[in-house]
């Protein structure tokens, strides 16, 4: 039977995607404009809103082609209509998802890549030249996020292997992780590398947003309005519940009190976490992943970072790095054949394959994440400088790099 | 005259104000203040870390009145203010050499 367009996946679909365009302009703008100084305000929502216009524009001139084209080798898809030549006009359904516009399903994608790069600046913000960032999001986008997109999601090596991601723990919260890791490795520590947000309010409403926005990413994911959506709705929102108060639970035993950042923390490690499994998965599995990336990155950004001395200003690595390794492995033990016919499952039903390529995916695409940022970073910083002067740092980069301010007394 | 200014918490302004107006006293100038004591501020957590707070903020009375009302002024802010506890704040007082109400002209004790 020919695919024919199905209006209520359509409509469903073009709901997701426009709650994950929220998720980032302006639910990541406000969770990470709260967690910083006053003075650095603007500048560290306008690299969220201007992430997302770059990458809007970028996806539909190759990236969408490049990353879910035509595979060549299993490397790259193939560059066969460049600014979306004709697809509009042709009115195709996608290959991808049988029963929506093929536009539908690329600008969906589009809205996963932009918060990808989106999410990488939350490492990098107090200290990072905005120039250097306008350099960087293109180059990140194309060579590392267009080529994971396609091994893990566009028919590339890794799907081929049978490595799974559902809505993004290795394409999008692993590589943004492993990013940041290795931008600020090679811009420093700030000048006052401090955690105290200025408005938590705001990073409240923004990690509200995401919560919302993250019923778009991953049950949008799903492709269309049917269970399997509804299955990646239910877990999703389960993890996040449970890493919430798995967070909280931490800081009560470390401190006696629970905190509210603590507790929005704790719902995007939920949410980073079960994002590669949300498809895959029950509720039970949903439970024990929220719980287990929750305690893991609750380590890593109060034991962990403080070790090793790196500078990872919003713990993008902290809880996206680690949570989307959390959920990736932890589909090799409990993707379910019940939940999702095309997984033969994990360890839980005897097949110990998934969790050999999952292991793999998570290793080499941050391998080559990590190694591919630094590069990036390393010539623009010899280009261009990666970070701003420290007399511009002290008295913040909303003056020095936008001639604006985000508050004002009169 | 005298100037006081008073240093309170912020959470007491508003009884701090009321038991002022009750003895007669109106006028005020209040701001919005940052401040320490020699308890060098509080500790915040975030994320698992501990952070050190040095300035806490406080909120400043400014009153400048007749010499006679001075203690009233300052027993009524002192009994109103007060939790016991560090941080509570403090009173300076010092004098005030002219003050010109500038819609009359008017000068010294006619113009408070």
Redesign the interface.
Known sequence: MDPILNSGDTAWMLISTALVILMTIPGVALFYGGLIRRENVLNTMFLSFVTFAIVSVLWFVYGYDLAFGTDIWGILGSLTNPFFGGVLETKTLSTYASTIPTGLYAIFQMTFAAITVALISGAVVERMKFSAWLAFVPVWFTLVYVPVAHWMWGGGWLAKLGALDFAGGIVVHLTSGIAALALVLLLGVRKDA????HHLGYSIMGAGLLWFGWFGFNAGSAGSAGNLAVSAMIVTNVSAAVGMLAWML??KI??G?P?M??AL?GAIAGLASITPAAGYVNITAAIIIGFVASILA?TA???LK?RLGYDDAL?VFGIHGVCGITGAIAIGIFASPLINSATTGGILFGNFHLIGVQLLAIIVVGIYAFIMTFVIAKIIDKIIGLRVDEKHEIQGLDINQHEESGYRLS | MKKIIAIIRPDKFEMVKNALEEIGCHGMTVKDVKGRGRQLGIT????????R?DLLPKTELEIVTNEANVENIIQTIVKTAKTGDIGDGKIFISPVEDVVRIRTGERGENAI
């Open positions: 401090k955690l105290l947000p931490m800081d470390k401190t009190k905190t950042l603590g923390s609750y950004v109060s034991w403080p713990d | 915040e957590n975030y994320r698992g870390r501990d952070y707070i």
